[in-house]
């Protein structure tokens, strides 16, 4: 174990899961209208750990950290993508995508 002497300086990510009551959707449908789900308090998720709705701190917290992670996978995806499109088009000359020799 590391040893500390304080609170961690960085926010730690909490596992998310849809919330049971509301099925991830933030409302419930007694009968004919919809209500607001007061279990996740209208955010569809809950903590999967405990299973009950967080803060609307917490909240907020945990969205913004899941927003920038999935940001950051979505740009290296790009990425990957950008650097397998440009390869195919520069060897996609000629028959078969092999280059155009003028035969």
Known sequence: MRKRSGPSLRKEKRPLKRCPECNGRGVVKPMFYELDCDHCHRSGLVDKETGEGMPMDVLVQQLCLLLNEREQELAELRAKLMNLTGREKANS????????RGD
């Open 93 to 100: 000359r000629g028959a078969g995508g092999s280059h155009y």
